[in-house]
C-alpha cells in the first residue's frame, strides 16, 4: 500500500521561498502522477502542480509561475518549491497521487488515491 508523507518549515517569512518534500513508500514515482494541493484556512483544495511518472510537470496557472516541482535528491521523493510567498500562501500542504492526469480547479479528493498527512505551512514574519 503506498504511503506519502510531507515534509519541511512549518514557518515561512514573505518574500522567501517555501520548500517541502514528499517522500513516498509502498510504490515508485516512476509511476502515475503526483501532485502538489493545498487547503488554505476556510477554503476548498487547491491545485498547485503535478509531475508526471516521465518527468514532466503541469502548474495551476492562478500561482504565476512561482511553484516548482521536481523530483527529489533522494529515490521516490518529490518536492515542491513556491517563491515569493505571502500570507496568503498560508495553508496546509498534501502530496497526493492520482492514476491519471488531473490538472484542473478545484480538484476532486476521489480523483487522488493516496494522500499524505499534510504539513501546516504558514506565512508570516
Known amino acids: 500500500q503506498v504511503q506519502l508523507r510531507e515534509s519541511g518549515p512549518g514557518l515561512v517569512k514573505p518574500s522567501q521561498t517555501l520548500s517541502l518534500t514528499c517522500t513516498v513508500s509502498g510504490g515508485s514515482i516512476n509511476d502515475d502522477y503526483w501532485t502538489w494541493i493545498r487547503q488554505p484556512p476556510g477554503k476548498g483544495l487547491e491545485l498547485i502542480g503535478v509531475i508526471t511518472y516521465s518527468g514532466n510537470t503541469y502548474y495551476s496557472p492562478s500561482l504565476n509561475s512561482r511553484a516548482s516541482i521536481s523530483r527529489g535528491a533522494s529515490r521516490n521523493q518529490f518536492t515542491l518549491q513556491l517563491s515569493s510567498v505571502t500570507p496568503e500562501d498560508t495553508a496546509v500542504y498534501y502530496c497526493?497521487?492520482?492514476?491519471?492526469?488531473?490538472?484542473?480547479?478545484?480538484?476532486?479528493?476521489?480523483?487522488?488515491?493516496?494522500w499524505g498527512q499534510g504539513t501546516q505551512v504558514t506565512v508570516s514574519s
Open positions: 497526493a497521487r492520482a492514476r491519471r492526469l488531473f490538472i484542473h480547479n478545484p480538484p476532486r479528493r476521489d480523483e487522488y488515491d493516496a
